[in-house]
Protein backbone atom coordinates (compact mmCIF):
# COMPACT_ATOMS: atom_id res chain seq x y z
CA UNK A 1 0.00 0.00 0.00
CA UNK A 2 2.63 2.43 1.01
CA UNK A 3 4.35 1.76 -2.87
CA UNK A 4 1.55 1.83 -4.29
CA UNK A 5 0.80 5.71 -2.48
CA UNK A 6 4.29 6.79 -3.41
CA UNK A 7 3.73 5.78 -7.00
CA UNK A 8 0.51 7.25 -7.28
CA UNK A 9 2.03 10.83 -5.94
CA UNK A 10 5.43 10.40 -8.08
CA UNK A 11 3.26 10.44 -11.18
CA UNK A 12 1.13 13.20 -10.10
CA UNK A 13 3.95 15.06 -9.18
CA UNK A 14 5.02 14.77 -12.26
CA UNK A 15 1.61 15.63 -13.94
CA UNK A 16 2.10 18.98 -12.30
CA UNK A 17 5.59 19.42 -13.52
CA UNK A 18 4.59 18.69 -17.25
CA UNK A 19 1.66 20.87 -16.87
CA UNK A 20 4.36 23.53 -15.52
CA UNK A 21 7.03 23.14 -18.19
CA UNK A 22 4.84 22.09 -21.75
CA UNK A 23 1.82 24.53 -21.35
CA UNK A 24 2.62 28.26 -22.58
CA UNK A 25 -0.30 29.21 -20.52
CA UNK A 26 0.32 27.83 -16.97
CA UNK A 27 -2.79 29.46 -15.12
CA UNK A 28 -5.40 28.15 -17.91
CA UNK A 29 -4.29 24.33 -17.34
CA UNK A 30 -5.67 22.03 -14.65
CA UNK A 31 -4.52 18.89 -13.29
CA UNK A 32 -5.64 15.51 -15.60
CA UNK A 33 -8.99 14.29 -14.08
CA UNK A 34 -7.42 10.56 -14.32
CA UNK A 35 -4.44 10.90 -12.60
CA UNK A 36 -4.51 10.05 -8.99
CA UNK A 37 -3.87 12.80 -6.76
CA UNK A 38 -2.80 12.41 -3.39
CA UNK A 39 -5.25 11.99 -0.66
CA UNK A 40 -3.51 11.64 2.77
CA UNK A 41 -1.36 13.51 5.01
CA UNK A 42 1.76 11.87 4.45
CA UNK A 43 1.56 11.91 0.62
CA UNK A 44 0.06 16.09 0.27
CA UNK A 45 3.40 16.14 3.04
CA UNK A 46 5.76 14.64 0.35
CA UNK A 47 3.98 17.06 -2.36
CA UNK A 48 5.10 19.93 -0.50
CA UNK A 49 8.53 18.60 -0.05
CA UNK A 50 9.36 18.92 -4.08
CA UNK A 51 12.29 21.11 -3.12
CA UNK A 52 12.88 20.89 -7.55
CA UNK A 53 9.21 22.38 -7.84
CA UNK A 54 9.05 24.61 -4.91
CA UNK A 55 11.36 27.03 -3.07
CA UNK A 56 11.86 29.09 -5.44
CA UNK A 57 11.61 32.81 -6.08
CA UNK A 58 11.82 35.39 -9.47
CA UNK A 59 15.06 36.92 -10.26
CA UNK A 60 14.23 39.55 -12.61
CA UNK A 61 14.23 42.02 -9.81
CA UNK A 62 17.43 41.44 -8.22
CA UNK A 63 18.69 41.42 -12.40
CA UNK A 64 16.97 44.77 -12.87
CA UNK A 65 18.49 45.89 -9.54
CA UNK A 66 21.90 48.23 -8.89
CA UNK A 67 23.89 45.58 -7.19
CA UNK A 68 25.87 44.26 -10.39
CA UNK A 69 26.85 45.71 -13.37
CA UNK A 70 28.04 43.63 -16.52
CA UNK A 71 30.22 44.19 -19.59
CA UNK A 72 29.29 45.64 -23.07
CA UNK A 73 30.77 42.07 -24.61
CA UNK A 74 28.91 39.63 -21.93
CA UNK A 75 25.60 42.15 -22.47
CA UNK A 76 25.99 41.28 -26.50
CA UNK A 77 26.42 37.01 -25.45
CA UNK A 78 23.49 37.11 -23.10
CA UNK A 79 22.11 33.54 -23.34
CA UNK A 80 18.82 34.64 -23.72
CA UNK A 81 17.51 38.11 -24.94
CA UNK A 82 15.72 39.16 -21.75
CA UNK A 83 19.07 38.77 -19.64
CA UNK A 84 19.80 41.85 -21.39
CA UNK A 85 17.19 43.47 -22.03
CA UNK A 86 16.00 42.94 -18.01
CA UNK A 87 19.37 44.76 -17.64
CA UNK A 88 18.44 47.90 -19.27
CA UNK A 89 14.85 47.83 -18.32
CA UNK A 90 13.18 47.63 -21.94
CA UNK A 91 9.93 47.83 -22.51
CA UNK A 92 9.31 44.42 -24.22
CA UNK A 93 11.66 42.38 -22.05
CA UNK A 94 10.96 39.14 -22.96
CA UNK A 95 11.05 39.62 -26.89
CA UNK A 96 8.55 37.43 -27.15
CA UNK A 97 10.15 34.33 -25.28
CA UNK A 98 7.89 32.04 -23.47
CA UNK A 99 7.90 29.92 -20.82
CA UNK A 100 9.42 32.31 -17.90
CA UNK A 101 10.22 30.63 -14.84
CA UNK A 102 9.71 33.74 -13.15
CA UNK A 103 6.24 33.71 -13.84
CA UNK A 104 6.13 29.66 -14.18
CA UNK A 105 7.62 28.67 -11.06
CA UNK A 106 5.80 31.07 -8.06
CA UNK A 107 2.32 29.38 -9.91
CA UNK A 108 3.85 26.11 -9.31
CA UNK A 109 3.81 27.06 -5.79
CA UNK A 110 0.44 28.11 -6.24
CA UNK A 111 -0.52 25.31 -7.56
CA UNK A 112 0.79 22.82 -5.40
CA UNK A 113 -0.60 24.67 -2.56
CA UNK A 114 -4.24 24.35 -3.70
CA UNK A 115 -3.81 20.92 -4.45
CA UNK A 116 -2.87 20.70 -1.12
CA UNK A 117 -5.84 23.04 0.15
CA UNK A 118 -7.83 21.12 -1.85
CA UNK A 119 -7.25 17.77 -0.79
CA UNK A 120 -7.62 18.37 3.23
CA UNK A 121 -10.87 19.55 2.54
CA UNK A 122 -11.68 15.77 2.48
CA UNK A 123 -9.53 14.41 5.20
CA UNK A 124 -10.96 15.14 8.53
CA UNK A 125 -8.88 16.47 11.43
CA UNK A 126 -8.65 14.89 14.86
CA UNK A 127 -6.76 14.81 18.13
CA UNK A 128 -4.82 11.51 16.83
CA UNK A 129 -3.78 13.71 13.39
CA UNK A 130 -4.45 17.35 14.54
CA UNK A 131 -0.39 18.43 14.73
CA UNK A 132 0.27 16.68 11.14
CA UNK A 133 -3.07 18.02 9.57
CA UNK A 134 -2.14 21.95 10.49
CA UNK A 135 1.41 21.58 9.46
CA UNK A 136 0.13 20.68 6.34
CA UNK A 137 -2.08 23.06 6.11
CA UNK A 138 0.02 25.86 7.64
CA UNK A 139 2.66 25.33 5.16
CA UNK A 140 0.63 25.17 1.88
CA UNK A 141 -0.96 28.88 3.11
CA UNK A 142 2.60 30.00 3.53
CA UNK A 143 3.75 28.72 0.26
CA UNK A 144 0.72 30.08 -1.76
CA UNK A 145 1.27 33.84 0.21
CA UNK A 146 5.16 33.49 -0.46
CA UNK A 147 4.71 33.02 -4.41
CA UNK A 148 1.76 35.59 -4.55
CA UNK A 149 4.32 38.14 -2.41
CA UNK A 150 7.40 37.79 -4.51
CA UNK A 151 5.18 38.09 -7.86
CA UNK A 152 3.46 41.45 -6.88
CA UNK A 153 7.32 42.60 -6.73
CA UNK A 154 8.01 41.55 -10.07
CA UNK A 155 5.21 42.35 -12.35
CA UNK A 156 2.72 44.64 -10.05
CA UNK A 157 3.56 48.61 -8.75
CA UNK A 158 4.86 49.31 -5.47
CA UNK A 159 2.44 49.08 -2.97
CA UNK A 160 1.14 52.74 -1.69
CA UNK A 161 -2.19 52.27 0.37
CA UNK A 162 -4.07 55.37 -1.02
CA UNK A 163 -3.24 53.98 -4.60
CA UNK A 164 -3.52 50.19 -4.26
CA UNK A 165 -7.37 49.97 -5.26
CA UNK A 166 -6.98 51.36 -8.11
CA UNK A 167 -3.79 49.97 -9.11
CA UNK A 168 -3.49 46.37 -11.00
CA UNK A 169 -2.11 43.42 -8.97
CA UNK A 170 -1.64 39.64 -10.27
CA UNK A 171 -4.32 36.88 -10.81
CA UNK A 172 -5.14 35.08 -7.52
CA UNK A 173 -5.54 31.80 -8.19
CA UNK A 174 -7.03 29.92 -5.19
CA UNK A 175 -8.24 26.53 -6.57
CA UNK A 176 -6.77 23.83 -8.90
CA UNK A 177 -8.82 23.04 -11.29
CA UNK A 178 -9.17 26.35 -13.20
CA UNK A 179 -12.35 26.47 -14.97
CA UNK A 180 -12.65 30.25 -14.14
CA UNK A 181 -11.68 33.11 -16.74
CA UNK A 182 -7.73 34.82 -15.47
CA UNK A 183 -8.26 38.01 -13.99
CA UNK A 184 -5.84 40.49 -12.53
CA UNK A 185 -6.74 41.08 -9.06
CA UNK A 186 -6.35 45.26 -7.78
CA UNK A 187 -3.13 45.53 -5.77
CA UNK A 188 -5.01 45.81 -2.49
CA UNK A 189 -6.69 43.02 -3.37
CA UNK A 190 -3.66 40.74 -3.62
CA UNK A 191 -1.73 42.30 -0.67
CA UNK A 192 -5.04 41.12 1.49
CA UNK A 193 -4.99 37.90 0.14
CA UNK A 194 -0.79 37.56 0.69
CA UNK A 195 -1.56 38.70 4.60
CA UNK A 196 -5.01 36.16 5.10
CA UNK A 197 -2.73 33.17 3.60
CA UNK A 198 0.19 34.08 5.86
CA UNK A 199 -1.94 34.72 9.24
CA UNK A 200 -3.28 31.51 8.48
CA UNK A 201 0.00 30.00 8.19
CA UNK A 202 1.12 31.52 11.69
CA UNK A 203 -2.12 30.10 13.31
CA UNK A 204 -1.29 26.84 11.92
CA UNK A 205 2.57 26.22 11.48
CA UNK A 206 4.48 24.46 14.59
CA UNK A 207 6.51 26.26 16.62
CA UNK A 208 9.86 24.93 15.60
CA UNK A 209 10.44 21.47 12.75
CA UNK A 210 13.17 19.05 13.08
CA UNK A 211 14.61 19.73 9.71
CA UNK A 212 17.54 21.25 8.74
CA UNK A 213 18.23 24.79 7.25
CA UNK A 214 14.91 26.11 7.28
CA UNK A 215 14.08 23.84 4.68
CA UNK A 216 10.38 23.51 5.96
CA UNK A 217 8.72 26.98 7.23
CA UNK A 218 7.75 27.04 10.95
CA UNK A 219 6.14 29.67 13.29
CA UNK A 220 8.72 31.97 13.00
CA UNK A 221 8.98 31.74 9.61
CA UNK A 222 5.50 32.95 9.44
CA UNK A 223 6.67 35.59 11.48
CA UNK A 224 9.30 36.39 9.60
CA UNK A 225 7.20 36.81 6.23
CA UNK A 226 4.93 39.07 7.75
CA UNK A 227 7.52 41.21 8.82
CA UNK A 228 8.70 41.57 5.57
CA UNK A 229 5.59 41.76 4.07
CA UNK A 230 4.56 44.56 6.40
CA UNK A 231 7.91 46.32 5.66
CA UNK A 232 7.41 46.49 1.87
CA UNK A 233 4.20 47.86 2.45
CA UNK A 234 5.49 50.25 4.86
CA UNK A 235 3.70 49.26 8.16
CA UNK A 236 6.84 49.85 10.07
CA UNK A 237 5.00 48.79 13.48
CA UNK A 238 3.62 45.67 11.96
CA UNK A 239 7.31 45.01 10.68
CA UNK A 240 8.79 45.45 13.88
CA UNK A 241 6.29 43.80 15.55
CA UNK A 242 6.74 40.48 13.52
CA UNK A 243 10.26 40.62 13.47
CA UNK A 244 10.24 40.74 17.31
CA UNK A 245 7.95 37.65 17.27
CA UNK A 246 10.54 35.92 14.77
CA UNK A 247 13.69 36.74 16.74
CA UNK A 248 12.11 35.56 19.71
CA UNK A 249 11.74 32.08 18.78
CA UNK A 250 15.12 32.35 16.74
CA UNK A 251 17.66 35.01 17.27
CA UNK A 252 21.27 33.20 16.84
CA UNK A 253 23.76 35.05 14.79
CA UNK A 254 26.96 33.65 13.31
CA UNK A 255 30.08 35.06 14.26
CA UNK A 256 31.54 35.71 11.20
CA UNK A 257 35.11 35.35 12.78
CA UNK A 258 34.35 32.06 12.68
CA UNK A 259 33.89 31.39 8.73
CA UNK A 260 37.03 31.36 6.38
CA UNK A 261 37.15 34.22 4.41
CA UNK A 262 39.21 32.49 1.29
CA UNK A 263 36.40 30.20 1.25
CA UNK A 264 34.33 29.70 -2.13
CA UNK A 265 31.18 28.93 0.33
CA UNK A 266 32.01 30.25 3.60
CA UNK A 267 28.46 29.53 4.84
CA UNK A 268 28.02 25.99 4.26
CA UNK A 269 24.61 24.04 3.33
CA UNK A 270 23.48 25.10 6.08
CA UNK A 271 23.93 27.87 8.50
CA UNK A 272 22.40 29.62 12.56
CA UNK A 273 21.17 32.13 10.86
CA UNK A 274 18.34 30.75 8.56
CA UNK A 275 14.84 30.59 9.54
CA UNK A 276 13.12 29.57 6.07
CA UNK A 277 15.08 28.98 3.17
CA UNK A 278 14.20 29.46 -0.43
CA UNK A 279 15.98 30.45 -3.82
CA UNK A 280 16.02 32.56 -6.90
CA UNK A 281 14.89 31.28 -9.95
CA UNK A 282 18.59 30.31 -11.59
CA UNK A 283 18.79 32.73 -14.69
CA UNK A 284 22.43 33.27 -16.42
CA UNK A 285 23.66 36.95 -14.94
CA UNK A 286 22.51 36.22 -10.96
CA UNK A 287 24.43 32.55 -11.70
CA UNK A 288 27.56 34.00 -13.28
CA UNK A 289 27.65 37.25 -11.26
CA UNK A 290 29.41 35.01 -8.72
CA UNK A 291 32.27 33.36 -10.81
CA UNK A 292 32.30 34.84 -14.28
CA UNK A 293 34.94 37.80 -15.30
CA UNK A 294 32.64 39.65 -17.10
CA UNK A 295 30.05 40.49 -14.15
CA UNK A 296 31.13 42.57 -11.24
CA UNK A 297 29.66 43.71 -7.92
CA UNK A 298 29.03 47.36 -8.21
CA UNK A 299 32.49 48.74 -7.00
CA UNK A 300 31.16 51.71 -4.62
CA UNK A 301 29.13 48.97 -3.35
CA UNK A 302 32.20 46.99 -2.37
CA UNK A 303 33.97 49.97 -1.48
CA UNK A 304 31.13 51.20 1.19
CA UNK A 305 32.48 48.23 3.29
CA UNK A 306 35.31 49.09 5.64
CA UNK A 307 38.76 47.69 6.18
CA UNK A 308 37.70 45.65 9.43
CA UNK A 309 34.82 44.25 8.27
CA UNK A 310 34.40 40.89 7.37
CA UNK A 311 31.28 40.71 4.76
CA UNK A 312 33.60 42.68 2.61
CA UNK A 313 35.86 39.21 2.28
CA UNK A 314 32.70 36.45 3.38
CA UNK A 315 30.61 37.94 0.51
CA UNK A 316 33.04 38.97 -2.42
CA UNK A 317 36.41 37.95 -3.96
CA UNK A 318 38.11 40.18 -6.39
CA UNK A 319 39.40 38.96 -9.58
CA UNK A 320 41.58 41.48 -11.66
CA UNK A 321 39.18 44.30 -12.40
CA UNK A 322 35.57 42.39 -11.45
CA UNK A 323 34.15 42.03 -8.01
CA UNK A 324 32.35 38.66 -7.83
CA UNK A 325 29.86 37.29 -5.40
CA UNK A 326 30.67 34.26 -3.60
CA UNK A 327 28.41 31.33 -2.28
CA UNK A 328 25.93 33.16 0.16
CA UNK A 329 23.50 31.72 2.39
CA UNK A 330 22.47 29.05 0.32
CA UNK A 331 26.24 27.42 0.35
CA UNK A 332 25.34 26.64 -3.41
CA UNK A 333 25.38 28.50 -6.89
CA UNK A 334 21.46 28.71 -5.96
CA UNK A 335 21.18 32.41 -4.67
CA UNK A 336 18.83 32.88 -1.70
CA UNK A 337 15.93 34.65 -0.71
CA UNK A 338 15.33 32.95 2.37
CA UNK A 339 14.10 34.50 5.58
CA UNK A 340 17.22 34.81 8.24
CA UNK A 341 17.78 36.10 11.56
CA UNK A 342 19.84 38.78 9.94
CA UNK A 343 17.40 40.28 8.15
CA UNK A 344 15.04 40.48 11.32
CA UNK A 345 17.60 42.12 13.46
CA UNK A 346 17.79 45.07 10.17
CA UNK A 347 13.99 45.24 10.06
CA UNK A 348 13.20 45.33 13.60
CA UNK A 349 16.12 48.18 14.17
CA UNK A 350 14.43 50.19 10.88
CA UNK A 351 11.16 50.15 12.25
CA UNK A 352 12.27 50.84 15.59
CA UNK A 353 14.58 53.86 14.06
CA UNK A 354 11.38 55.03 12.26
CA UNK A 355 9.25 54.89 15.55
CA UNK A 356 11.79 57.27 17.36
CA UNK A 357 13.20 54.47 19.46
CA UNK A 358 16.29 55.09 18.63
CA UNK A 359 18.09 53.09 21.61
CA UNK A 360 16.66 50.37 20.39
CA UNK A 361 17.41 50.43 17.01
CA UNK A 362 20.79 51.08 17.76
CA UNK A 363 21.14 47.95 20.02
CA UNK A 364 19.69 45.75 17.59
CA UNK A 365 22.36 47.24 15.10
CA UNK A 366 25.32 46.86 17.23
CA UNK A 367 24.24 43.45 17.96
CA UNK A 368 24.54 42.44 14.75
CA UNK A 369 27.70 44.26 13.62
CA UNK A 370 29.69 43.31 16.39
CA UNK A 371 29.13 39.65 15.02
CA UNK A 372 29.94 40.82 11.23
CA UNK A 373 33.62 42.59 12.34
CA UNK A 374 36.64 41.37 12.93
CA UNK A 375 37.06 40.75 16.73
CA UNK A 376 38.11 44.11 19.19
CA UNK A 377 37.44 46.87 15.96
CA UNK A 378 33.75 47.30 15.65
CA UNK A 379 33.01 50.79 17.59
CA UNK A 380 29.48 50.08 18.69
CA UNK A 381 26.77 52.76 17.27
CA UNK A 382 25.65 55.23 20.14
CA UNK A 383 24.01 58.86 20.00
CA UNK A 384 23.13 59.35 16.77
CA UNK A 385 19.62 61.33 15.78
CA UNK A 386 16.78 59.45 13.93
CA UNK A 387 17.85 60.44 10.44
CA UNK A 388 21.35 59.59 10.61
CA UNK A 389 20.66 56.61 12.48
CA UNK A 390 18.33 55.45 10.14
CA UNK A 391 20.10 56.08 7.56
CA UNK A 392 23.20 54.00 8.51
CA UNK A 393 20.51 51.26 8.95
CA UNK A 394 19.61 51.15 5.60
CA UNK A 395 23.08 51.51 4.56
CA UNK A 396 23.98 48.51 6.87
CA UNK A 397 20.67 46.57 4.99
CA UNK A 398 21.86 46.90 1.95
CA UNK A 399 25.61 45.77 2.49
CA UNK A 400 24.42 42.80 4.94
CA UNK A 401 21.25 41.49 2.55
CA UNK A 402 23.48 42.02 -0.87
CA UNK A 403 22.17 39.33 -3.95
CA UNK A 404 19.22 38.01 -1.45
CA UNK A 405 16.49 39.52 -3.70
CA UNK A 406 15.88 42.10 -1.89
CA UNK A 407 16.99 45.25 -3.39
CA UNK A 408 14.31 45.39 -6.18
CA UNK A 409 11.65 45.36 -3.47
CA UNK A 410 14.20 48.23 -1.13
CA UNK A 411 14.26 50.49 -4.11
CA UNK A 412 10.83 50.33 -5.05
CA UNK A 413 9.10 51.12 -1.51
CA UNK A 414 12.22 53.37 -0.79
CA UNK A 415 11.26 55.85 -3.66
CA UNK A 416 7.82 55.58 -3.01
CA UNK A 417 9.17 57.83 -0.21
CA UNK A 418 11.09 59.99 -1.52
CA UNK A 419 14.35 58.71 -1.74
CA UNK A 420 15.16 59.26 -5.13
CA UNK A 421 16.99 56.22 -6.29
CA UNK A 422 17.90 56.49 -10.18
CA UNK A 423 19.33 53.69 -11.47
CA UNK A 424 21.73 53.72 -14.45
CA UNK A 425 23.63 51.59 -17.10
CA UNK A 426 26.15 52.39 -19.31
CA UNK A 427 26.50 49.57 -22.27
CA UNK A 428 28.43 50.39 -25.55
CA UNK A 429 28.89 54.01 -24.65
CA UNK A 430 24.90 54.75 -24.14
CA UNK A 431 23.72 55.92 -20.75
CA UNK A 432 20.33 53.90 -19.62
CA UNK A 433 18.33 54.99 -16.69
CA UNK A 434 15.36 54.17 -14.54
CA UNK A 435 14.17 57.08 -12.63
CA UNK A 436 12.03 56.97 -9.40
CA UNK A 437 8.58 55.56 -10.01
CA UNK A 438 8.82 54.81 -13.07
CA UNK A 439 6.33 52.65 -14.32
CA UNK A 440 9.10 50.08 -15.59
CA UNK A 441 9.05 49.09 -11.73
CA UNK A 442 6.49 46.93 -12.59
CA UNK A 443 7.84 44.01 -14.79
CA UNK A 444 5.69 42.97 -18.20
CA UNK A 445 3.76 40.31 -17.47
CA UNK A 446 5.60 37.00 -20.28
CA UNK A 447 3.70 37.48 -23.56
CA UNK A 448 2.23 34.19 -23.78
CA UNK A 449 0.15 34.50 -20.49
CA UNK A 450 -0.83 37.74 -22.16
CA UNK A 451 -2.25 35.84 -25.35
CA UNK A 452 -3.84 33.05 -24.18
CA UNK A 453 -5.09 34.29 -20.55
CA UNK A 454 -5.93 37.81 -22.40
CA UNK A 455 -5.26 39.85 -19.00
CA UNK A 456 -4.19 43.35 -19.13
CA UNK A 457 -0.97 43.70 -19.58
CA UNK A 458 1.42 46.35 -17.68
CA UNK A 459 1.97 49.65 -18.93
CA UNK A 460 6.00 50.10 -19.77
Not at 58 to 66: C, F, N, T
Not at 100 to 129: A, C, F, K, M
Not at 200 to 222: F, R, W
Amino acid sequence: MILKNKTALLGYCLGLMMIWSCQKDFLEKKPATNMSVPNNLNELQLLLNNSNALYRSPVLGELSADDYYMTSAEFANQFLPYYANAYIWVADIFSGGVNINDWNQPYTQVLYSNVVLQQLEGIQRTNENAASFDRVKGTAHFLRAWSFFDLAQVFAMPYQQQHAAGQLGIPLKLKPDIDAPTIRANLADTYAQVLKDAHQAKSLLPQAVATPNGSAPAKNAAYAFLARVYLTMRNYDLATQYADSALMIKASLIDYNTLSTTAAAPMGISNEEMIFQSYLAQANPASNVITTIGYSIDSLLYQSYEVNDLRRSIFFQVTGKNINKKRGYSGSTLLSNGLATDEMYLIRAEGNARMGKLGIAETDLNTLLAKRYKTGTFVPIAGLNQEILLERILSERRKELVWRGLRWNDIRRLNVEGRAIELSRKINGITYTLPPNDRRYALPIPPDVIALAGITQNER
